[in-house]
Nanobody, 122 residues
Framework: VQLQASGGGEVQAGESLRLSCAAS????????TGWFRQASGKEREFLAA???????ASAESVRGRFTILRDNSENTVYLQMNNLKPEDTAVYYC?????????????????WGQGTLVTVSS
């Protein structure tokens, strides 16, 4: 399984971005895809995840601003980020798992994309 994350960039506070995570290879066994981020000097943080059935989980810290969406026909998962804040600046990663749970633990995700940088200026 290969994951390609894209859509990062530099925006002003209050603006929106949509990140994309395209899966390729042996995608048939993927159960859930999640988004994480890692700011400089901080640990990797769970943001949201979605199962192939549409079940979702999200971190309270971004709930209401970030929404995870999936397009099964395109093997793509999106992270819609609204009202961005400077503290959202980080490298954003998508990850996938074949485990039958929607988890917020990075250890449950064996497949990772390369990361896309989001910079939010005030």
């Amino acid at each position: 399984v290969q994951l390609q994350a894209s859509g990062g960039g530099e925006v002003q506070a209050g603006e929106s971005l949509r990140l994309s995570c395209a899966a390729s290879g042996r995608t048939g066994n993927i159960y859930a895809t999640g988004w994480f981020r890692q700011a400089s000097g901080k640990e990797r943080e769970f943001l949201a995840a979605v199962s192939r059935h549409g079940n979702t989980a999200s971190a309270e810290s971004v709930r209401g601003r970030f929404t995870i969406l999936r397009d099964n026909s395109e093997n793509t998962v999106y992270l819609q980020m609204n009202n961005l804040k400077p503290e959202d600046t980080a490298v954003y990663y998508c990850a996938a798992t074949e485990d039958g749970v929607v988890s917020g633990s990075p250890a449950r995700y064996p497949y990772w994309g390369q990361g896309t940088l989001v910079t939010v200026s005030s």
